[in-house]
């Protein structure tokens, strides 16, 4: 296990935030300390959707107006100040407030993106000492799902999933095609993934392909994939992924 020390300013709590389970710095009044979070781009811009989320779940849409009617003014100056792209591109990424409608009726479940595991140089660990060889693979898969959903947050809002952490069965085909069209080939996949999980010689478990990763990540989502060619690791080839 890994852990990385946090240092909390004096004077700080740190709340953690039911959606998510993001620990937000707040001053004792209950205030978020945007300017903390500042030293940490990918924790601002998280808690900056996780409460965009929250609003548009709430009020079905999100505009400046609506965060200022949610009494959320700090929400609204930090997405203009803070945000890349703005209120504009906050919205795109979120996916709309008809897909934020379809997750509340049709998933049984809350999602989370799952903790992509790394020393404390900040890479990323695909074994561990003592794991068996079935643990290395499942935390090789939380690694792939989790850096998959961090490049694209709007997967869990666009692909609901019921109780048992499947997408439902209408969404299945539109899943899989989101899929396709981001990991189609090797050099798509490592734009994504980084490609020492391809190592054969250290991580066995996806056997030197990225098909083979891609495959067994989404399985656990219940999707799959009918793979007609299995490209072995090189950094100078790639190959299409999926058959038509």
Known sequence: ?????????????????????????????????????????????????????MVMETHGDLTRSLLIKAERGDLAIAIKRKYPGGLLALKGKLNTAESLKQINSQSQVRLEIPTVLRDGGRRIRWILPGNTPEENLQLGIRNIQGLFLKKFPEFNVMFPRDKEGKIIEDAKNEAREFIKNQMSDFKEFSKIIPRACLDIGKYSYFEGSFAIAVRKSFEPWGLQFRVWCIIKYSLSQGSKLFSA
């Open 1 to 53: 296990m890994f852990t990385e020390a946090k240092i909390v300013p004096q004077n700080l709590e740190i709340s953690t935030s039911p959606n998510f389970q993001l620990e937000i710095p707040r001053d004792k009044r209950g205030r978020i300390r945007w300017s903390v979070l500042e030293d940490d781009p990918e924790l601002l811009k998280s808690v900056i959707e996780s409460g965009a989320r």
